[in-house]
């Protein structure tokens, strides 16, 4: 039992000390911002903002609801970009991915908007939209396997070509004619449905079977095995007779899939529409969620549930202590930079290191000016 | 007119001539605000340039800019009082505004420090460094942001633009060139320098010739003597400054507020024209003008159409295409499609000091 602990302690000592030292960082910023700005020194006005987020976010059957639709995305997101380390690929496009996989679903989900039983238009819909984002996927994977384009740049590329094509689209074709501003139809009947509460739809249900089928692929299939060698060893991979390149092109499909499907039941389950400038941050949270998680299902659901919680927590935050919600993404990259500084935190409180976690994520941007060998 | 109509009525070849006729009478128009769409690109590019070139990939040249035109326009609100306005000689610089953009320039090498500290001494991954930086960036200045606009600030004013007297402008050629170029704010004026300076230095001598050495074969580099921890940091640092200019520009000469979110991906279209510049500072600038030019004729299809079928063509085509195309064309040439674009060898390597000495 006691070896059991410690050994669990060893994996979430390097998070959960972040998160702690994060909080401190972001007490130090509320109090010294706070008295650049009112001349006054409030000691416990973190006390009152973080006492806020939590109550946001876990106190009250409501709050925790809020958590979980938050989490949704985060966690699909999360698996896209961790999937994409596994395999040594760094997915920056989970944002792109996301757009197209939204865009597509509602496009397609407005043409099952009254359509009687809804389930079937919402399956379609939620299926076009993650092979929408599959698609936009595949072609990062494809321009890397054939041309060695790193995908980081790519993807970045796609990430706002992706903004345009849905400024287009719901601009055009999928404007409600007369409508001030442009935006589409409501999914109507299509609507992912609602669960608990007032808004707590099925999503995190889906979200979470498919974090235990994408554990299950990585950790019990030789296609998973294979794809963990690639990312680890490439070289290793290549001489075991593995071909590198069909496992990125698949990786990313993959990847864009599920930010695909995160774009589609965000749209489906949380807005119902979409607007011409739909914005969302869940591309870059993702990342941070797959780092936190150390790329490991299990641990992208948790941070996904600690950044959905905050996300739901900010709005409470502001209202309640007056502390601007954007404090979140403050402690959000703090606790992340605490994680990547890792050798030095480690050094710091002693800890021990526990085999390869992120420092998996240290080879991505060597193959940044190389070409693909196969 | 006439061998002009000709050529404009051949079919589909004529669409060609009509669109060269088109961007001709459209261009001494757009061109002072393309220039000016493409100073931020540029200077973000320049940072790029000097970071790669040492082989430090950053992509967080966006979160440096953001927190960079936050501090020039904050920094500018709060010395404002202190240091007072008196317009001094040229381009409306007050002391507080000078002050500001040191600030905002040593901000932005703050935020460089971080990343070359993560990605150089601590060996973390340059990737996720830099975005680090930009989650960070859009949070603390979003966050601020939110806290000084609750006290309703007054603006601490802008740089101005150099007015060139008439005779000159009104000049055939050359009147154009300097409305362009010369009757713009220090910032833009500065970047000409920047650019030329940077070409100079990078590829005709010695710093230049060691910072590409430490980014093609940093163990190479190491061999001959060459501190290539040294070298990298300054590059960042450098890296640094210059996209803090890029930043300053948005909130203290193109405009006089700061927006949360202003520099809107202009960091990433940063690293596309360093890219598509074939990671030198020439190269860089003409990318980042191309990419303006792409916004700026979207825009001028948009308001003034051509006339003829060019016109029903191009009315066709989404306004957010133009958008879209320096992405697009970024795309293309790093699939080697035309013109293929190649990094320094060690871009993005991590550098571990051989343990001998």
């Given at each position: 039992?006691r070896?059991?602990?410690?050994?669990?302690?060893?994996v979430?000592?390097?998070p959960?000390l972040?998160?702690?030292?994060?909080?401190?960082?972001?007490?130090?910023?509320m109090?010294?911002s706070?008295?650049?700005?009112?001349?006054?020194?409030?000691?416990?006005?973190p006390?009152?903002?973080?006492?806020?987020?939590?109550?946001?976010?876990?106190?009250?059957?409501?709050?925790?609801?809020?958590?979980?639709?938050?989490?949704?995305?985060?966690?699909?997101?999360?698996?896209a970009?961790?999937?994409?380390?596994?395999?040594g690929?760094?997915?920056i496009?989970?944002?792109?991915?996301?757009?197209m996989?939204?865009?597509?679903?509602?496009?397609?989900?407005?043409?099952?908007?009254?359509?009687?039983?809804?389930?079937?238009?919402l399956?379609?819909?939620?299926?076009?939209?993650?092979?929408?984002?599959?698609?936009?996927?595949?072609?990062?994977?494809?321009?890397?396997?054939?041309?060695?384009?790193?995908e980081?740049?790519?993807?970045?590329?796609?990430?706002?070509i992706?903004?345009?094509?849905?400024?287009?689209?719901?601009?055009t074709v999928?404007?409600?004619?007369?409508?001030?501003s442009?935006?589409?139809?409501?999914?109507?009947?299509?609507?992912?449905?609602?669960?608990?509460?007032?808004n707590?739809?099925?999503?995190?249900?889906?979200?979470?079977?498919?974090?235990?089928?994408?554990?299950?692929?990585?950790?019990k299939?030789?296609?998973?095995?294979?794809?963990?060698?690639?990312g680890?060893n490439?070289?290793?991979?290549?001489?075991?007779?593995?071909?590198p390149?069909?496992?990125?092109?698949?990786?990313?499909?993959?990847?864009?899939?599920?930010?695909?499907?995160?774009?589609?039941i965000?749209?489906?389950?949380v807005?119902?529409?979409m607007?011409?400038?739909?914005?969302?941050?869940?591309?870059?949270?993702?990342?941070?969620?797959?780092?936190?998680?150390r790329?490991?299902p299990?641990?992208?659901?948790?941070?996904?549930?600690?950044?959905?919680?905050?996300?739901?927590?900010?709005?409470?935050?502001?209202?309640?202590?007056?502390?601007?919600?954007?404090?979140?993404?403050v402690?959000?990259?703090?606790?992340?930079?605490?994680?990547?500084?890792s050798?030095?935190?480690r050094?710091?409180?002693?800890?021990?290191?526990?085999?390869?976690?992120?420092?998996?994520?240290?080879?991505?941007?060597?193959?940044?000016?190389?070409?693909?060998?196969? | 007119?006439?061998?002009?109509?000709?050529?404009?009525?051949?079919p589909?070849?004529?669409?060609v001539?009509?669109?060269?006729?088109?961007?001709?009478?459209?261009?001494p128009?757009?061109?002072?605000?393309?220039?000016?769409?493409?100073?931020?690109?540029?200077f973000?590019?320049?940072?790029?340039?000097?970071?790669?070139?040492?082989?430090?990939?950053?992509?967080?040249?966006?979160?440096?800019?953001?927190?960079?035109?936050?501090?020039g326009?904050?920094?500018?609100?709060?010395?404002?009082?202190v240091?007072?306005?008196?317009?001094?000689?040229?381009?409306?610089?007050?002391?507080?505004?000078?002050?500001a953009?040191?600030?905002?320039?040593?901000?932005?090498?703050?935020?460089?420090?971080?990343?070359?500290?993560?990605?150089?001494?601590?060996?973390?991954?340059?990737?996720?460094?830099?975005?680090?930086i930009?989650?960070?960036?859009?949070g603390?200045?979003?966050?601020?942001?939110?806290?000084?606009?609750?006290?309703?600030p007054?603006?601490?004013?802008?740089?101005?633009?150099?007015?060139?007297?008439?005779?000159?402008?009104?000049?055939?050629?050359?009147?154009?060139?300097?409305?362009t170029?010369?009757?713009?704010?220090?910032?833009?004026?500065?970047?000409?320098?920047i650019?030329?300076?940077?070409?100079?230095?990078?590829?005709?001598?010695?710093?230049?010739?060691?910072?590409?050495?430490?980014?093609?074969?940093?163990?190479?580099?190491?061999?001959?003597?060459?501190?290539?921890?040294?070298?990298?940091?300054?590059n960042?640092?450098?890296?640094?400054?210059?996209?803090?200019?890029?930043?300053?520009?948005?909130?203290?000469?193109?405009?006089?507020?700061?927006?949360?979110?202003?520099?809107?991906?202009?960091?990433?279209?940063?690293?596309?024209?360093?890219?598509?510049?074939?990671?030198?500072?020439?190269?860089?600038f003409?990318?980042?003008l191309?990419?303006?030019s792409?916004?700026?004729?979207?825009q001028?299809?948009r308001?003034?159409?051509?006339?003829g079928?060019l016109?029903?063509?191009?009315?066709a085509?989404p306004?957010q295409?133009?958008?879209?195309?320096?992405?697009?064309?970024?795309?293309?040439?790093?699939?080697?499609?035309?013109?293929?674009?190649?990094?320094?060898?060690?871009?993005?390597q991590?550098?571990?000091?051989?343990?001998?000495?």
């Open positions: 039992m070896a059991r602990l410690r050994r669990l302690w060893t979430i000592a390097l959960v972040s998160i702690v030292l994060a909080a401190l960082v972001g007490a130090v910023v109090i010294f706070e008295f650049l700005v009112r001349g006054q020194i409030s000691i416990l006005l006390v009152n903002a973080y006492v806020a987020l939590i109550s946001g976010s876990i106190g009250s059957p409501n709050a925790i609801i809020n958590t979980l639709v938050n989490a949704t995305p985060l966690i699909l997101g999360g698996l970009v961790g999937l994409a380390f596994k395999a690929l760094f997915n496009g989970a944002q792109g991915q996301f757009l996989g939204a865009l597509v679903s509602v496009a397609v989900a407005t043409q099952f908007r009254t359509f009687e039983p809804g389930f079937i238009g399956l379609v819909a939620l299926a076009a939209g993650t092979l929408a984002g599959a698609a936009y996927g595949f072609i990062p994977g494809v321009l890397k396997a054939v041309s060695g384009a790193h980081v740049v790519t993807t970045i590329m796609l990430n706002f992706a903004i345009s094509i849905v400024a287009a689209a719901v601009s999928l404007d409600v004619p007369g409508s001030p442009p935006i589409t139809l409501d999914v109507g009947t299509a609507a992912l449905p609602v669960l608990i509460g007032r707590g739809h099925i999503g995190i249900l889906i979200a979470l079977a498919m974090a235990a089928v994408i554990s299950w692929l990585l950790f299939t030789t296609w998973g095995y294979e794809l963990r060698t690639a680890a490439p070289e290793a991979a290549r001489y075991a007779g593995m071909s390149r069909s496992i990125i092109v698949a990786a990313m499909s993959m990847a864009g899939g599920l930010a695909g499907m995160a774009g589609a965000e749209v489906l389950g807005t119902h529409h607007t011409s400038s739909y914005g969302t941050t869940v591309g870059f949270d993702s990342i941070a969620v797959a780092l936190l998680g790329t490991n299990l641990g992208i659901v948790l941070a996904a549930l600690l950044f959905g919680g905050m996300r739901a927590g900010a709005v409470a935050m502001q209202i309640n202590a007056g502390v601007p919600a954007e404090l979140v993404g402690l959000q990259a703090t606790i992340l930079f605490f994680i990547v500084a050798s030095v935190v050094r710091i409180f002693r800890l021990r290191a526990v085999g390869p976690g992120l420092d998996e994520a240290t080879t991505i941007t060597r193959t940044y000016g190389g070409e693909v060998k196969a | 007119m006439d061998i002009v109509s000709v050529l404009y009525e051949i589909i070849i004529g669409l001539f009509q669109l060269i006729g088109y961007l001709i009478t459209i261009f128009t757009i061109a002072p605000i393309v220039m000016q769409a493409a100073v931020p690109i540029a973000a590019a320049l940072c790029g340039v000097m970071c790669e070139r040492a082989g430090v990939v950053n992509i967080g040249i966006e979160g440096t800019m953001l927190v960079a035109a936050f501090v326009w904050a920094a500018g609100v709060y010395l404002l009082p240091l007072g306005s008196q317009p001094a000689l040229a381009f409306g610089v007050t002391p507080s505004l000078l002050v953009l040191g600030l905002a320039v040593l901000s932005g090498m703050v935020v460089a420090l971080v990343h070359a500290w993560l990605s150089i001494s601590v060996r973390a991954d340059q990737i996720i460094s830099g975005t680090i930009n989650i960070a960036a859009f603390i200045t979003g966050y601020l942001n939110a806290l000084i606009s609750r006290t309703s007054t603006s601490a004013g802008r740089f101005t633009s150099f007015t060139p007297p008439e005779w000159l402008t009104s000049l055939p050629l050359v009147g154009w060139l300097v409305n170029l010369i009757a713009q704010g220090p910032m833009v004026i500065s970047l000409l320098v650019v030329v300076v940077f070409q100079i230095m990078l590829f005709r001598s010695r710093w230049g010739l060691r910072v590409r050495a430490v980014g093609e074969h940093p163990r190479a580099a190491e061999t001959v003597g060459i501190d290539v921890i040294r070298v990298r940091y300054r960042v640092l450098i890296g640094g400054a210059l996209a803090a200019l890029g930043g300053a520009y948005l909130s203290m000469e193109l405009s006089q507020s700061f927006q949360t979110g202003m520099t809107v991906g202009r960091g990433f279209i940063g690293l596309a024209a360093m890219i598509v510049g074939r990671w030198t500072p020439l190269g860089a003409g990318a980042a191309l990419f303006a792409s916004v700026g004729i979207g001028s299809i308001i003034a159409p051509p006339p079928d016109g029903s063509l191009l009315g085509l306004g295409f133009f958008d879209a195309l320096p992405y697009l064309i970024t795309i293309v040439i790093l699939a080697g499609v035309i013109g293929r674009s190649i990094p320094p060898a060690a871009d993005g991590p550098y571990e000091r051989e343990s001998a000495t």
